[in-house]
């Protein structure tokens, strides 16, 4: 196995994968045509012909089989605490770069969040486990992921406030992601795989093995049975992840949208590390787990004002528009 200063720089690697794919992709996608806005098709034609988003999908599939082997050798409070640091590489970004603002509520929910993540770090396992048993437990998280990211995209149309909007594609492409990062921890187990061996790391892209991992969901019996069924789960909740994702880049506040959905998805990633592969979770670590959700809940807040000044520019500008009618009515009957 590796030691703690290899691991470390492992974890370093993915920070930079990781938030170069955010980055790129969020530049991308700021300049394609928009989700919701247009057909779906297009606005794929468009994202294939960006080359800034192109980058930031080349990062983000190195990332998918090497997070793969770091989970295998990290525990995933470990990799989720180095993960977080690159927050500061959005926050920079989005109010250097975008222009950005964000309300007070916002601004106190996201310093609570991560006062919380600081007391979650405390006494973290590096290591992970090999156990894992929960089986019907994380089919029931991947059947209600599935559901909540359905439901969401089939309102996203119908709602009109940008901050509700926002918040709901944070948490789908949270919940999807989260959903896709458990799945590249348990195919390993399911599958008897060790990924911490040294030499393993160079054959990430084992495409035979891949095959029989695909064709093994329809051998049961077979040793490839129960990873393929985590294989396919990984593939949907990529999917979804994916569209959401792109909706959050397009439709969001990095400043916002994209702590806010790190934080869901860190929070995730260590409860389940507790709960299904045995990590050790100290008790100042909770008290950091109940604050990060109290900032998660205030950085959500959505503002009384902020929706009633909504209503009012949506208020005004129809009455606006229908004095002009009634001018031009009138002025047509006058002729």
């Not at 029931?140 to 119908?158: A, E, G, K, M, P």
């Amino acid at each position: 196995m590796f030691g703690p200063l290899e691991i470390v720089i492992f974890n370093m690697v993915y920070v930079g994968l990781a938030y170069g794919s955010i980055i790129f992709q969020k530049a991308g996608a700021m300049k394609a045509p928009k989700f919701g806005e247009e057909k779906s098709l297009a606005v794929l034609k468009g994202m294939i012909k960006n080359k800034t988003w192109l980058l930031g999908i080349i990062f983000n599939v190195i990332a998918i089989p090497y997070s793969m082997f770091l989970f295998s050798i990290s525990s995933l409070s470990f990799v989720q605490i180095f993960n977080r640091v690159g927050i500061v590489l959005i926050f920079i970004y989005a109010f250097k770069v975008l222009k950005e603002k964000i309300t007070s509520y916002e601004l106190l929910g996201l310093v609570i969040s991560y006062a919380g993540f600081i007391l979650t770090i405390f006494d973290v396992q590096v290591e992970t486990t090999i156990n894992f048993t929960r089986d019907a437990e994380s089919l029931v998280f991947f059947l209600i992921t599935i559901v909540v990211c359905v439901f969401i995209i089939s309102i996203y149309n119908r709602e009109k406030r940008p901050k509700v909007k926002e918040i709901m594609l944070s948490v789908g492409a949270a919940m999807a992601g989260l959903a896709g990062s458990l799945a590249l921890k348990i195919i390993p187990r399911a599958l008897g795989r060790d990924l911490g061996q040294p030499d393993y790391i160079f054959n990430l892209f084992n495409f035979p093995e891949l095959g029989r991992i695909m064709i093994g969901f329809f051998l049961p019996g077979s040793g490839y049975f129960l990873g393929s069924i985590y294989f396919y789960l990984y593939m949907t909740s990529f999917t979804f992840n994916f569209f959401l994702l792109m909706m959050m880049y397009q439709h969001g506040r990095a400043a916002v949208a994209i702590p806010l959905n790190n934080s869901i998805n860190f929070l995730g990633l260590v409860i389940f590390g507790y709960f299904m592969f045995e990590e050790r979770i100290a008790v100042v670590s909770w008290i950091g787990i109940f604050v990060m959700i109290v900032g998660i809940f205030l950085a959500s807040k959505i503002e009384t004002s902020m929706i009633t000044a909504e209503k009012k520019g949506t208020s005004l500008d129809s009455a606006t528009v229908s004095k002009e009618n009634g001018d031009k009515a009138a002025k047509t009957n006058s002729e």
